[in-house]
């Protein structure tokens, strides 16, 4: 079986003291036996990491998810230039405003009406579906049966089998046994 398994979870579960999280040690352990289980049972499967914040795959990867990795067919998918989201210069509307007869008068139009803040609203889930469509693509190609999601990664993927993991509902019933964030 061919699986993408969703690691933004994994790549923001460091907790802001520098410990691990339990969603960090647990996707780590759930990674690591899945890799360990192809090994043994499914030498061609392969295991796609990828993230539906790309902005995530920009950092440096933790060691320890750079040793998954490191696995025959284990790979994280997000990097290569047709997946990832624009970052150019996001676009027409802010070079028109800064055109110098009609700047002041578009200024007073995007403040009563926010259109820059619509024009980027638009173009920002323009470019997020561009992103879905590109790792579909991929999924496709490579014959991606099931794709791994979190409760905070959730987005249905058509065409294959989705599975969600919820890590921890002791924060809603257990709210007092947690830190609170700072």
Request: cysteine-free.
């Given at each position: ?33 899945l890799i360990e ?91 997020f579906r561009r ?52």
């Amino acid at each position: 079986m061919n699986i993408a398994f969703e690691i933004s979870p994994f790549l923001t579960a460091s907790g802001p003291f520098g410990d691990k999280s339990g969603v960090y040690r647990y996707m780590y352990g759930l990674l690591s036996g899945l890799i360990e289980h192809n090994k043994k049972h499914n030498p061609d499967g392969v295991i796609v990491l990828f993230s539906f914040s790309p902005n995530l795959l920009t950092v440096s990867l933790n060691p320890e998810i750079a040793q998954l990795i490191d696995n025959k067919n284990v790979f994280i998918l997000g990097y290569t230039d047709n997946l990832a989201m624009s970052e150019h210069k996001e676009h027409f509307y802010e070079e028109f405003i800064e055109f110098p007869l009609i700047n002041f008068p578009l200024k007073i139009i995007n403040r009563l009406f926010q259109i820059s803040r619509i024009y980027k609203k638009i173009t920002g889930l323009y470019l997020f579906r561009r992103y879905i469509n590109g790792l579909k693509r991929e999924f496709h190609k490579l014959n991606i049966d099931a794709v791994l999601h979190s409760e905070t990664g959730f987005y249905y993927m058509e065409d294959f089998k989705n599975i969600i993991t919820i890590y921890d509902v002791t924060t809603v019933l257990l709210p007092y046994l947690h830190r609170e964030e700072t």
